[in-house]
């Protein structure tokens, strides 16, 4: 106590500000380590109001302890309100401050007050008044006033904003956290809870578990629409994988090990299933996703729109101003009959009339991600009953015109990229959630013809019935009473709308991967078909050789859609020759294709199989017809094309950078040497490999990589928990012929003309056999 004491003596300047900071000091090592101060009430009053002026605190130090000793247990807490809205004035124009800076430098901002609040204990007290009530031993729990709740909430929120530290401080007390969620019963409090909560939960290191929510149950039954909504910004934050970047850019290697140490199910899958089990959770988010709402009129809607969205970046604000909105509305109903003078009020002057809509976007947005998130889940097929029981895609179909892609909603502009957590507009984001639930929709599930409707059903049946094949039995087991109304079904609604994005339009990567979805799994000429009279293919041609698009990430969905849509199919070969009429024309859109091939690998493998299957049908005059004259099958039908697709695809490639982006190109390689092995050249193939690695100078290189490589397939697709239908699916050769070609590589017998290691010289042998020991 000693500098303490000797503070309240005359210092010089110098000696003034060594005390200050030895307060400062004693403060922050307290927090800590646990020892010594730990708030302002251990310090003299006196010693707090001699040094408040000097050290700019504004008083809050002796204000905290003020309200320390108003806020005891017996207390009817009116005094220690009418302190903490002095400093919630004091706080909140720091946090006003923040919310109009550029959220990129607002950290580096200095907020002394809050600083000073935080430093003083203000936070652990207000936590501490909160959570008073649970720490009774009384039966009946004392129940606090809603106001004061708010006000401690609304502090804390700010403080976090404010202070760095003070949200991890508080994501570390679980108790706290827990009961935070029992404050959300209390509607007057939800708003102030719901904010809180979310920020705490976005920088707690482990996941919260929901089922050690009291009563989950209970609470999200008891919620309105516009509060479920609410939550489910909070719920998307424990129902995803902790976000650790780019998942395609993550290693196999690397995942794979990871998945070996943690064989139980994740938190989030846990979460996932626990919010499944709450009875009607579905079918609400159902309803809240297809509501419809009032459209509001004028050319200016967008600009209203654009201008909002810089500063209301979340529903919860949006709620927090309509609800001052009606407050002020019903006061100045009771105060004057006449409508002018709430028409002229300054709060209505700022709300434009759009805002409704604004609001029902941005809960779309979030109750769309929650839904998206559980479909690629482990319990997708029971979420897929139920999005389907509760007819989310018609009710999707019929918002498309109005709300969704609205005929006048501009699309000039260039939008971010595929991260679906971009910092854009509400309108753009709510886009993006859109086509990534009808892209999880549609993936490898038979419940994708419910995009369309009754008539483009039978139109599939007649193409089908025209081509003399049986109907996919996906197809004929459909419920027709959950399918889409309408003129038109989704599907066909999101064609016309892709064909209008300008050509670098991220936009176009979601809306590719949409569609590339429902002709995903088993390849169906009838599904091909109806795109195809729909211009489907023409489009994807025009956006890769004549439109100047340079996005990488639009035309490889855009090469990955146009593989499934030509796949075995002769008619769209046959178009592709059509539009591609010229030598300059196929040469710039091979230039796009070499351009990338880890984008485009996937075309390739298209065509490599396709041509594979055409020279089988030499008894069908119109593939003969095709087979002789389009450029793309000439082009692939010459072994120094194919081998040179082989040479760069092995190259590209090594078993530390696969990732789920890459891997495809390891895949499509070992395609075009199984189709080889079929037709017994496959000696011929690694043998130009061979040649390959001498004439390039590196003998060994290509061929050992390549044996690495295999070694990690094995590993890595013979895994009992991995799913290899979709290898299967995708090429139209069983697994067992994936399995034993591999293997036949992979052989020992350096006598084997077969095996990789006969063409490699004994010098330059070298297999890395710890590359994949555990």
């Not at 927090?31 to 009053?45: C, E, H, N």
């Not at 967008?302 to 309509?322: H, I, P």
């Not at 890395?768 to 020991?773: A, G, I, Q, S």
């Amino acid at each position: 106590m000693a500098t303490l004491q000797g503070s309240e003596s005359p210092f010089t300047g110098a000696k003034r500000r060594r005390c200050q900071g030895n307060i400062v000091t004693k403060f922050t090592i307290s927090k800590v380590s646990g020892r010594g101060f730990s708030r302002g009430t251990q310090l003299p009053g006196g010693l707090l109001q001699e040094r408040d002026k000097r050290a700019k605190w504004h008083g809050i130090p002796t204000l905290l302890q003020k309200l320390y000793e108003s806020s005891h247990p017996n207390s009817d807490f009116s005094q220690a309100h009418s302190l903490l809205k002095v400093l919630s004035s004091q706080l909140s124009m720091e946090a006003m401050s923040f919310v109009t800076e550029d959220r990129k430098t607002a950290q580096e901002s200095t907020f002394p007050n809050t600083y000073t609040f935080d430093l003083f204990g203000g936070v652990d007290l207000l936590v501490e008044i909160l959570m008073r009530p649970t720490l009774t031993m009384q039966k009946k729990k004392p129940k606090m006033n809603d106001d004061l709740v708010k006000d401690c909430l609304s502090v804390l929120y700010n403080c976090c904003i404010c202070t760095e530290g003070v949200t991890r401080s508080l994501a570390a007390r679980d108790d706290f956290v827990l009961f935070l969620f029992t404050l959300m019963t209390n509607k007057k409090t939800f708003l102030q809870t719901a904010t809180l909560i979310e920020d705490i939960l976005g920088v707690k290191k482990e996941m919260i578990q929901l089922e050690g929510i009291p009563n989950l149950s209970g609470l999200v039954q008891s919620f309105d629409q516009q509060q479920l909504a609410n939550f489910c910004r909070i719920l998307s934050v424990t129902i995803s994988e902790p976000d650790v970047g780019n998942d395609d850019k993550h290693t196999l290697l690397a995942k794979n090990a990871q998945q070996k140490r943690n064989a139980s199910p994740s938190r989030a899958e846990v979460n996932q299933v626990t919010l499944l089990n709450i009875p009607g959770f579905i079918e609400r988010l159902c309803k809240l996703a297809t509501r419809k709402v009032s459209e509001a009129t004028g050319a200016n809607f967008l600009q209203e729109l654009e201008d909002w969205y810089t500063w209301l970046d979340n529903a919860l604000v949006l709620d927090a101003l309509m609800q001052m909105a009606t407050e002020e509305a019903e006061q100045s109903s009771t105060e004057s009959s006449d409508e002018s003078s709430l028409a002229t009020s300054p709060l209505r002057h700022r709300l434009p009339q759009s805002m409704k809509i604004v609001h029902e976007i941005m809960y779309k947005v979030e109750v769309l991600y929650v839904l998206c998130v559980l479909l690629m889940g482990r319990q997708r097929n029971q979420v897929h009953k139920m999005l389907a029981e509760f007819r989310l895609i018609p009710g999707l179909n019929n918002l498309f015109d109005k709300l969704i892609w609205r005929k006048y909603t501009s699309s000039n502009h260039v939008v971010h990229g595929q991260n679906e957590n971009c910092d854009c507009s509400p309108e753009i984001s709510f886009k993006i959630q859109f086509l990534r639930l009808l892209q999880s929709f549609s993936d490898h599930h038979e419940n994708k013809y419910l995009l369309l409707n009754s008539q483009e059903l039978n139109e599939l049946s007649a193409i089908s019935m025209k081509a003399n094949i049986p109907e996919v039995e996906a197809l004929v087991n459909t419920d027709r009473s959950l399918v889409c109304d309408g003129k038109k079904g989704l599907l066909t609604r999101l064609l016309t709308v892709m064909k209008r994005e300008p050509p670098d339009s991220s936009f176009r990567f979601w809306q590719a991967r949409a569609v590339e979805s429902f002709l995903r799994g088993a390849t169906s000429y009838a599904d091909q078909m109806f795109l195809l009279k729909r211009g489907l293919l023409e489009h994807i041609l025009y956006c890769i050789i004549d439109s100047g698009c340079t996005s990488r990430d639009v035309l490889q969905s855009y090469f990955d859609l146009l593989g499934e849509l030509m796949k075995f199919n002769i008619d769209a070969f046959k178009r592709f020759n059509k539009y591609v009429n010229t030598p300059e024309k196929f040469q710039t859109f091979l230039t796009q294709i070499n351009s990338s091939l880890v984008d485009s690998n996937m075309l390739v493998r298209c065509i490599v199989l396709s041509l594979d299957r055409f020279e089988s049908q030499t008894e069908d005059v119109k593939v003969v017809e095709v087979l002789s004259e389009c450029c793309l099958l000439s082009y692939m039908a010459r072994v120094e094309n194919r081998l040179s697709f082989l040479f760069r695809l092995v190259n590209i490639i090594n078993v530390q950078t696969l990732t789920q982006e890459n891997v495809s190109c390891l895949n499509t390689s070992l395609v075009i040497l199984m189709l080889a092995r079929r037709k017994a050249k496959l000696p011929f193939y690694l043998n130009a490999l061979r040649e390959k690695e001498y004439a390039e100078k590196y003998p060994g290189c290509l061929l050992n990589n390549f044996h690495n490589l295999l070694r990690f397939w094995q590993r890595h697709y013979l895994n009992k928990d991995k799913d290899s239908t979709c290898l299967e699916n995708s090429s139209c050769i069983p697994f067992s012929y994936w399995k034993e070609t591999v293997s036949v590589l992979l052989g020992s017998d350096r006598t084997s003309l077969c095996a990789i290691t006969s063409y490699i010289d004994e010098p330059f042998v070298d297999l890395d056999k710890d590359l994949l020991e555990d």
